[in-house]
């Protein structure tokens, strides 16, 4: 079985422009995650969708991270204008939305902003 | 949000010993997870838990979901080198999971 797929692995970028991260979640998997790593840190959740509908997006900086999951299935998280503290880890998860849940990561996108 | 406390937040153990580290929390949760994180990598699932007082194993790991539903453990049995990294536990409830700040671990040959 496939996991969670993204891209890119690494992103550098000046400050003020713009950024594009795609993941493409488990098979079958309705809800999908992005949540953002700071160093040292644990993940901490962007925005959940539950197939192409937001759940959560109360920790997403709207006024310049969006995202959307048009098709309930693969998913982009935008960054525009970077700022320097988002240089983090990006990482995408989904899980089957079931019973007995499981979180399966993405190996993340690692995003310096210079 | 609700928040997990994981300890200790760094070991530095001996080849061949075992492990210890839990997280704890004041909020009960339904499910915990337990995944381990290679520097430049996504975390990787080990163990999921789903009652309270599930014990289970994954080769040399073990780990138990509490009692109360607010804490869990993870032991490391006979440490290797390749064991080094960072161990975050996770708490699922409400739609929602929660981590913790992790445990790193080295392990000196």
């Known amino acids: 079985e496939a996991g969670v797929a993204q891209s890119p692995r690494y992103k550098i970028i000046e400050k003020r422009q713009s950024v594009a991260f795609w993941c493409n979640p488990i098979s079958g998997h309705a809800t999908l995650y992005w949540y953002q790593q700071i160093l040292g840190q644990g993940p901490k959740l962007l925005i959940q969708?539950?197939?192409?509908?937001?759940?959560?997006d109360s920790q997403l900086p709207k006024d310049r991270f969006s995202a959307e999951r048009l098709k309930g299935v693969d998913s982009t998280l935008k960054i525009q204008p970077a700022k320097l503290e988002d240089s983090a880890v990006y990482l995408c998860?989904?899980?089957?939305?079931?019973?007995?849940?499981?979180?399966?990561f993405g190996s993340g996108t690692q995003l310096s902003v210079l | 949000g609700q928040q997990l406390n994981q300890s200790p937040q760094s070991m530095f153990i001996q080849e061949g010993e075992d492990v210890s580290m839990n997280c704890t929390s004041s909020?009960?949760?339904?499910?915990w997870l337990w995944y381990k994180q290679d520097p430049g990598e996504g975390p990787v699932l080990l163990i999921a838990l789903y009652k309270a007082g599930e014990l289970t194993s994954n080769g040399r790991l073990t780990a138990q979901f509490g009692i109360t539903r607010k804490d869990s453990f993870l032991n490391i049995s006979a440490s290797i080198p390749s064991d080094v990294g960072i161990y975050f536990c996770a708490g699922f409830n409400f739609n929602k999971f929660y981590f913790g700040s992790g445990t790193k671990l080295n392990v000196k040959p």
């Open positions: 969708f539950q197939n192409n509908g937001v759940v959560d």
């Open positions: 909020s009960i949760f339904n499910t």
């Open positions: 998860a989904s899980s089957h939305g079931q019973l007995n849940e499981k979180l399966f």
